[in-house]
Structures are given as structure tokens and as C-alpha cells.
């Protein structure tokens, strides 16, 4: 019986080391390291409830979410119900790189207001294991087994700590003055 144990154990760890070089599957957020969050993390202040699609692996709007009812070619695809981190910006087609939280004009025309979706991840402190479906570590080896949410799409723009970037966009406005 140890024996068994033992060589599944081997066996499991040998596979998480031949893999870890591969991309994740497109459905799954890539994993974050084991250990606190960083500064810039999302700050995840606005959580919804949204569906996604298990087989598109993607975030689905209510038009969507109808025509995979509709369309024979989506009944095999499972819904399921997941948190998604929500995000409202404004955005300047003229100058992308100028997108911000705050409203504001660029070349003379109204920012558009725009609202982002990402994924909610569960990721466990302790050892690195991620899912979107579950808050609770099914790592059997892992001591820790503390879980935290993380949003998928952090640290991109809008999926940043709101406030850090203020400051920088504060301090970056500074310096262009003194100048």
C-alpha cells in the first residue's frame, strides 16, 4: 500500500514537472505563483455573477448565452455560472494609451465608457493551485491549502489597482510639469 502511494506520488510529481513548461489549455487562466499579491493586483472591487462557456472557454453576454440555447451547434456546450471581476473605463480611440478610469476628452471628443469582464481565479497560497470553480485547495499535498481570489486578467489595464495607478498617473502628470 505505501508503495502505491508512494509511486503515485512520484508519478504526480514527475507529471506537474514535464508539464510545467507547456502553455495551459485556453480555458484556464495561466497560474499565478504561490505566495501574497502584488501591488498592482486588481483590487476587485466590483464581483458579478456571469456565465461561461466550459467548451468556448470565454466569457458570455446575454445575447450569447441565448444563442448557445438556440443554436444546435452549442447544445453540447456546458454553461456555467462563474464570479467575474467588472471593470468600467474610459477609452479614447484616437489614443489607446491614454485609456483611464476617470471621464474625460481627447482631441476634442468625449472618452467612450466602457466595461470590462474578467474571470475570477481561486489560487491557493501555499502551493500555486489555481480553479475557477472551487475556493477550496485540491492539492493533496499542499500544507497551507489558503485560498485567495485573483482576477484573470491582472495587471492589465483596467484589471490594476485603481488607486496605485492614480498615483502613478499623478506622478507621472507632476514630472511632466516640471519639466
Not at 6 to 22: I, K, N
Not at 26 to 40: F, I, K, L, V, Y
Not at 112 to 136: F, P, Q
Request: charged share 30%; hydrophobic share 30%.
Amino acid at each position: 500500500m505505501r508503495r502505491t502511494a508512494l509511486a503515485a506520488l512520484l508519478s504526480a510529481t514527475f507529471l506537474t514537472v514535464a508539464l510545467a513548461g507547456q502553455e495551459p489549455p485556453p480555458h484556464q487562466p495561466a497560474p499565478r505563483g504561490p505566495g501574497p499579491r502584488p501591488p498592482d493586483a486588481c483590487d476587485l472591487k466590483k464581483i458579478e455573477t456571469g456565465s461561461f462557456c466550459m467548451h468556448c472557454g470565454g466569457l458570455l453576454n446575454d445575447e450569447q448565452v441565448a444563442e448557445h440555447a438556440k443554436n444546435k451547434e452549442f447544445k453540447s456546450h456546458r454553461i456555467a455560472k462563474r464570479k467575474v471581476c467588472v471593470k468600467k473605463y474610459y477609452h479614447a480611440p484616437c489614443h489607446p494609451e491614454n485609456d483611464s478610469f476617470e471621464k474625460g476628452k481627447c482631441c476634442g471628443e468625449d472618452m467612450e465608457e466602457l466595461v470590462d469582464r474578467a474571470l475570477i481565479v481561486y489560487l491557493c497560497e501555499g502551493c500555486g493551485w489555481n480553479s475557477t470553480e472551487t475556493d477550496k485547495c485540491q492539492e493533496p499535498i499542499c500544507t497551507k491549502k489558503k485560498m485567495r481570489q485573483e482576477c484573470a486578467a491582472q495587471p492589465n489595464f483596467p484589471h490594476t489597482n485603481e488607486k496605485l495607478w492614480r498615483e502613478k498617473k499623478a506622478k507621472a502628470e507632476r514630472e511632466k510639469k516640471g519639466k
